[in-house]
């Protein structure tokens, strides 16, 4: 069992930047793929990026690249995202995940999330 716990959430003007991280409780933590998903208001959640296990493979959606990094620390058992560019259209709640090697069809392990409201 993998728990995790995403902090950094808050409010943040558009144009501004904010970083987003994970924490992990597991042994194994640099066996997993690192995620980061997003929910807006009335929509589905969507893929925002993933780093692999070294770190060293990241992956993002097309609406965020350029502007987001994801980056992961295996020592500490930590992921993080950070946004920077922040457009209204980013505002969600975004969610920590961590799975395995196919992870494109699903991930473990989910987090509770931590709401970003980017304001005009």
């Known amino acids: 069992q993998v728990q995790l716990v995403e902090s950094g959430g808050g409010l943040v003007q558009a144009g501004g930047s904010l970083r987003l991280s994970c924490a992990a409780s597991t042994r194994t933590f640099s066996g997993y793929v690192m995620g980061w998903f997003r929910q807006a208001p009335g929509k589905e959640r969507e893929f925002v990026a993933a780093?692999?296990?070294?770190?060293?493979?990241?992956f993002y959606a097309d609406s965020v690249k350029g502007r987001f990094t994801i980056s992961r620390d295996n020592a500490k058992n930590t992921a993080s995202l950070q946004m920077n560019s922040l457009k209204l259209e980013d505002t969600a709640v975004y969610y920590c995940a961590a799975g395995g090697s196919r992870w494109r069809n699903g991930m473990d392990y989910w987090g509770k999330g931590t709401l970003v409201t980017v304001s005009s």
């Open positions: 780093t692999s296990w070294s770190g060293a493979n990241t």
